[in-house]
């Protein structure tokens, strides 16, 4: 079993639509969450960063940790065909770069 | 304009072959990392320096290497590529090691035949 499962999808919508990804987990150490943005021909971008559970809001985007189902979920509110790209989830335990786990990546469309 | 700068972007190469995939950044920086992308594995890191002559193995340094002898490059060295090597590559580079502040490069595409 991977530690980071995250459905590839590929995952369509219409333009303003709310996107909901997901990733699960199983290693209960993870304490550090991560949403990139990947374009394609990109590398990819840091979105948002959290720590333990609860929310983190910036703009239209929402980053959801719940640590006691091991469940992480970044909502997309209005979105443009601007979002579209592959979104990787990333945890880990320690606040470094060297213990990251990645998810395999989402890729979605938002169609005019 | 702050970049980490990977060369080539794409290659094609041969069994056996040596090859130096190079990375730049021009952020003073003192944490590089590889990683390697492959479908439905995610990104999974290869080395990593914590500053010059200093690196340290990831998840998957087999068949890789690596040197740290200026600050702004970190070159990723196959001596003997084989098919499983495969993979699309990224160099990041970031100031504190924290995740929030890693930049990633924009890719080198490698296929060994």
């Known amino acids: 079993q991977k530690e980071v499962e995250q459905d590839p999808g590929p995952l369509s919508v219409p333009e303003g639509a709310i996107v909901s990804l997901n990733c699960t987990y199983s290693?209960?150490?993870?304490?550090?969450f991560m949403w990139y943005r990947q374009y394609s021909r990109k590398g990819p971008e840091l979105l948002m960063y959290t720590y333990s559970s609860g929310n983190k809001e910036d703009g239209r985007f929402t980053a959801q940790v719940d640590k006691s189902s091991k469940y992480i979920s970044l909502f997309i509110r209005d979105s443009q065909p601007s979002d579209s790209a592959t979104y990787l989830c990333?945890?880990?335990?320690?606040?470094?770069?060297?213990?990251?786990?990645f998810g395999a990546g989402t890729r979605l469309t938002v169609k005019p | 304009e702050a970049q980490v700068t990977q060369n080539p972007r794409y290659l094609i190469t041969v069994t056996g072959k040596k090859l130096t995939v190079t990375c730049s950044q021009n952020?003073?920086?003192?944490?590089m990392s590889w990683y390697r992308q492959d479908p439905g594995l995610g990104l999974r890191q290869i080395y990593y320096?914590?500053?010059?002559?200093?690196?340290d193995k990831g998840d998957v340094p087999e068949g890789y290497k690596v040197s740290r002898k200026e600050k702004r490059n970190f070159p990723l060295i196959l001596e003997s590529p084989s098919p499983n090597q495969t993979s699309l590559y990224f160099c990041?580079?970031?100031?504190?090691?924290?995740?929030?502040?890693?930049?990633f490069g924009p890719g080198t595409r490698l296929t060994v035949l």
């Open positions: 990333a945890m880990s335990g320690r606040d470094n770069n060297n213990d990251m786990r």
């Open positions: 952020m003073n920086h003192e944490y």
């Open positions: 320096s914590m500053n010059v002559e200093v690196t």
């Open positions: 290693n209960s150490a993870f304490q550090y």
């Open positions: 990041a580079s970031s100031w504190t090691g924290l995740p929030d502040t890693q930049y």
